[in-house]
């Protein structure tokens, strides 16, 4: 079984922690093509946004004791792959409906990433006496804050879906090695 040195680990959280934020945020800056291409009010987009909260109520019932069941690992690996293909088809659907049910498991996502993550950061905090979460949440806010820029100097020089499919695709082929190089016991290390 592999073993990770803390400084090792600790350098693989930060990553994850980034690129959390990198993603997840990149198409945020560009709603107003995802607006104009579902053809919506922006009354009815920003209703149809919210339903992503759905999603997430979901998650913060049942994540925690899923983590605690089968591994941060596993989670991280499936919500990261749900983050990716959500991201897809928001920014590529033209169907209220199809946003409306890509949203809700959007949200789910991102809460069940959030939730394993964080509970792999606190884990790491206990073990080694290190306060770190504070770090990691500026981590995550200079991954959303840099991909702000960047999706702001993309909006007229490169198509919405080039940009989040090519971006999103990246993010989650590095997110997929920095989860898989984690040893084995990272997932067993979680106590709720």
């Known amino acids: 079984m592999k073993t990770l040195e ?20 990149s198409w945020v800056p560009r709603f107003p093509e995802v607006k104009a291409a579902l053809h919506l009010t ?3 987009f920003g209703s149809l946004i919210s ?13 925690g004791h899923v983590v605690h069941r089968i591994g941060v690992k596993r ?7 749900f983050l990716m293909a959500t991201m897809f088809v928001l920014t590529s659907t033209h169907s209220s409906l199809i ?7 959007f949200g789910a996502a991102i809460s069940a990433f959030h939730i394993a993550i964080n509970a792999q950061g606190f884990n790491f905090q206990d073990r080694t006496g290190k306060f770190i979460i504070t770090q990691m949440s500026g981590l995550w806010s200079a991954g959303a804050l840099i ?29 997929t ?16």
């Open 6 to 25: 803390a400084k090792a680990e600790l350098i693989k959280l930060r990553a994850l922690f980034f690129l959390f934020g990198l993603g997840i945020m």
């Open 42 to 44: 922006n009354g009815s």
């Open 51 to 63: 339903t992503g909260s759905l999603g997430s109520l979901i998650s913060l019932l049942t994540v």
């Open 75 to 81: 989670v991280l690996h499936v919500a990261s792959f």
């Open 99 to 105: 946003f409306f049910l890509t949203n809700i498991v």
């Open 147 to 175: 991909t702000a820029f960047l999706s702001g100097f993309l909006v007229d020089r490169v198509s919405l879906h080039l940009h989040v499919g090519v971006l999103v695709l990246i993010i989650f082929l590095i997110q």
């Open 177 to 192: 090695i920095v989860i898989n190089s984690q040893p084995q016991n990272f997932s067993k290390q979680i106590k709720i």
